[in-house]
């Protein structure tokens, strides 16, 4: 059955991980088992609760301004066409910049805090966004722009009712990249801005 294989793995994984917890002489401190991880999550459950919901919100918050900035940016850059040529190089190649470079100017910025990890966030999540939609506004078929232009459309016409409905499943191949990176963008944030001390990356 489906389930078989899984289970089977699951299993074993377990038994290996006593088993190193065997061979480590007993030390919890250096292999703690499931039952003993389960138990400490249990008693600081208020903490991690805090840093759960701390990370939550630097990820939520960055995550949403990519999307709403990135849609609109893609949508400038897929209508003109000397602003694409002129800016979407430029996308791509700060898209390949690591955030930790940027660190010491968003720390300069913003300071240490919540404002500092949402910039951090909204930088991981905002580029799959911006890139993807402008692909996707540029995807639409060389025909139907044509039969649109010989129609009198206008250029806001050709934008609203072909190349963003064409956009549209590049928009959420860009949100769920986005999504995947927003939570590890909110950890990195703390851990290098110094966001909320009660966050997962404080």
Excluded: C
Excluded at 112 to 137: E, K
Excluded at 156 to 175: I, K
């Amino acid at each position: 059955m489906i389930w078989v294989l899984p289970a089977v793995t699951g299993v074993g994984f377990l038994v290996l991980w006593h088993a190193a917890r065997l061979a480590s002489g007993g030390k919890s401190w250096l292999i703690p088992t499931p039952l003993e991880i389960l138990q400490a999550a249990w008693q600081e459950r208020a903490v991690l609760a805090r840093a759960v919901e701390s990370t939550a919100l630097g990820a939520l918050g960055g995550f949403l301004g990519a999307a709403g900035v990135g849609f609109v940016l893609a949508l400038v850059l897929g209508v003109s066409r000397s602003l694409n040529r002129s800016f979407y190089p430029w996308l791509l190649a700060l898209q390949m910049t690591p955030v930790i470079v940027l660190a010491p100017v968003i720390v300069f910025w913003t300071g240490p805090g919540m404002t500092g990890v949402i910039l951090v966030t909204f930088l991981i999540s905002f580029f799959p966004i911006v890139v993807n939609t402008t692909q996707g506004l540029l995807s639409a078929e060389a025909t139907m722009v044509d039969l649109f232009r010989t129609y009198g459309a206008s250029r806001v016409q050709e934008l609203w009712l072909l190349r963003v409905p064409a956009a549209m499943p590049y928009f959420l191949a860009g949100l769920r990249i986005a999504a995947t990176l927003a939570p590890v963008g909110a950890i990195f944030g703390q851990y290098i801005v110094g966001g909320a001390p009660t966050g997962t990356g404080g």
